[in-house]
């Protein structure tokens, strides 16, 4: 009897076994495989590379992108230290174990995030940079878009399974080429066996792949119930890059395992007799919402402040309401200009000493080329003739910045006016000069801002050359 009932236990042991199996295969996360010659953005292999599916902590490559770009935009420094929110250090590991109300330097986070995939690591960079994790997620998603990843919505920062929050193989490797031609200065994190997180040291995630296939550099692992086991890896020999993307992995092991089948099979494949083509670097998506100011163009174009336009006194008749303008023709930015520059040849310079405050005729119209759908434009219906109250010179700010030398004074204002309207804090309070010289017997115009202190000068350079405007500092008597 008792044999009888040790048959019937094992027998049933077996079968419940058998359906957990059953179970455990029908719910596998599907698989979907990339590869491509980092070189030349060319694809060597695909399987399902356009199915949307979970990336677990893939997405943190997403969260460091962006935490890149905010950093060469001057947003955020390495250095700053962050605040650590009670959301951040309540996700659940892997973590660094950071403590609410704790104060950690940027650059920790970062690695944290990089190397030990840290989630709150990665929360604390998106609130760091975007006030919170919800407007960092949707500065995510914006910046995939531009980057080409048509096919990627994320709705956090660490990669934990969510409602939308989805991405492609395909997409995930043109991110991780992505990482390494635009961030090269930062890309050696991805390749670390191991780091200083600010509070401990910890291991790479990756680490076993780096160790056993050669020329292996990176670059992030992921994974979630959801999600199974996912890598993004790039391997570099002789003059030969590949990247390969899996999604959907049963293990780690048999994950880096396919992985290196996948590498393998890019080397035998990139054709080397192809050019390098680097990938066109995109216009970073900001933070910054959209602003109401008020802008009265004048045709006092030698040298013109940029003020904060005040109230005059209250005029006879009632002002009537501004106008939202969205956008301009480019035609009438080339118009407004030239009426300028006309009036200025045509019209005595006004005299200011002991009389009242210049009269400015103004144009209510605001040059498309200067005005971006996400920054609309609020532009006052002036009165015929309005009062601008120029802001008093400081003492001590004789710096400037040159964002260059042109054949003609209606180009080097049309700079000017691109750069002051930009919204850019450093130049508030700047005064746009235009300085004509002679170099090499050609007649040149100068277009400048002056009356910076020597930390704004360099701040506003690093900022409009991030939006790809040629500027440089200039000194006091340059």
Same mark, same amino acid.
């Given at each position: 009897?008792l044999r !009888?009932?040790?048959?019937?236990l094992?027998?049933?042991?077996? +079968?419940?076994?058998?359906?957990l ?5 029908s ?10 010659? &980092? ?8 399987? /399902? ?7 677990a ?5 997403m ?6 770009q &905010?950093? *060469?935009?001057?947003?955020?420094s @390495? ?7 009670k959301?951040?250090a309540?996700e ?12 950690i330097e940027?650059?920790?986070l ?10 709150d690591?990665?929360?604390a ?11 960092f997620?949707?500065?995510?998603t ?6 080409g990843?048509?096919?990627?919505? #994320?709705?956090?920062?660490?990669? @934990? ?7 492609t193989?395909?997409?995930m490797? @043109?991110?991780?080429?992505?990482? #390494? ?11 670390r066996?191991?780091t ?7 291991? /790479?995630?990756n680490?076993?792949?780096l &160790? /056993?296939?050669?020329g292996?550099?990176g670059i992030k692992t ?6 199974? +086991?996912?890598?993004?890896a790039? =391997? ?10 899996? #999604?959907?992995?049963k ?5 880096n395992?396919?992985? =290196? !089948?996948?590498l ?8 080397t007799?192809?050019?390098e ?9 900001t933070n ?8 009265v163009?004048?045709?006092a ?14 005029? =006879?008749?009632p002002?009537?309401k501004p106008?939202?303008?969205? =956008? ?5 930015v ?6 300028? @520059?006309?009036? !200025?040849a045509? *019209?005595p ?5 002991k009389?009242?405050k ?14 971006t ?13 309005p009062?601008?109250?120029?802001r ?12 260059g030398?042109?054949g003609?004074? +209606?180009?080097a ?7 002051a309207?930009?919204?850019l804090?450093?130049? *508030? ?6 300085a004509?010289?002679?170099v ?8 400048? #801002? ?6 704004d ?7 409009l050359?991030?939006?790809? !405007?040629?500027?440089?500092?200039v000194?006091?008597g340059?």
């Open positions: 009897m !009888q009932l040790n048959h019937w094992t027998a049933m042991v077996v +079968f419940l076994l058998m359906n199996y059953a179970v455990s295969i719910y596998a996360a599907p698989y979907a495989a990339m590869v491509m010659d &980092a070189r030349t953005g060319q694809v060597v292999h695909s399987r /399902n590379a356009d199915t949307r599916l979970h990336p902590s893939l997405t943190k490559m969260t460091l992108y962006v935490v890149f &905010a950093i *060469e935009r001057g947003e955020i @390495l250095n700053k230290r962050v605040r650590i929110s959301h951040a309540s659940p590991p892997s973590k660094l174990g950071l403590k609410a109300g704790q104060r940027l650059k920790y970062i690695r944290g995030a990089a190397v030990k995939s840290a989630n690591a990665a929360t960079l998106g609130e760091a940079v975007s006030g919170s994790e919800a407007a997620a949707r500065r995510m914006a910046t995939a878009k531009r980057l990843m048509k096919s990627s919505t #994320f709705k956090n920062a660490h990669g @934990l399974t969510q409602s939308g929050h989805l991405s193989a395909r997409d490797t @043109l991110l991780g080429r992505r990482l #390494f031609y635009d961030y090269p200065q930062y890309y050696n994190l991805f390749s066996r191991s200083d997180a600010g509070v401990r040291q910890v291991a /790479n995630t680490r076993k792949l &160790a /056993n296939y050669r292996a550099d992921g994974f979630t119930n959801a999600a199974g +086991f996912n890598l993004v790039s =391997a570099e020999r002789g003059n030969k890059r590949v990247i390969a993307t899996v #999604f959907g992995g293990t780690s092991a048999s994950r395992a396919r992985v =290196a !089948q996948l393998d099979m890019g080397f035998g494949r990139v054709n007799r192809l050019a083509r680097k990938p066109a670097r995109i216009a970073p998506v910054e919402k959209p602003k109401i100011i008020k802008v163009v004048s045709g174009v030698r040298t013109s402040p940029i003020p904060k336009m005040r109230v005059a006194r209250k005029p =006879a008749t002002e009537p106008l939202l303008v969205a =956008a301009v023709d480019q035609s009438e080339e118009a407004v200009l030239k009426q300028a @520059l006309a009036e !200025q045509s *019209e310079t006004p005299t200011i000493a009389s009242p210049p009269v400015l005729r103004s144009a209510n119209v605001i040059p498309a080329a200067l005005v759908t996400s920054q609309p434009v609020q532009v006052a219906q002036a009165p015929s003739e009062r601008v109250v120029s008093k010179s400081t003492s001590g700010h004789a710096w400037s910045v040159q964002l030398a042109f003609s004074k +209606f180009e204002e049309k700079t000017l006016l691109t750069a309207l930009s919204n804090g450093p130049l *508030e309070g700047a005064s746009r000069r235009i004509p010289a002679t090499n017997g050609a007649r040149l115009y100068r277009a400048r #801002f002056v009356g910076l202190s020597q930390a000068a360099n701040k506003a350079c690093s900022r050359r991030a939006r790809s !405007q040629t500027c440089v500092t000194s006091p340059s």
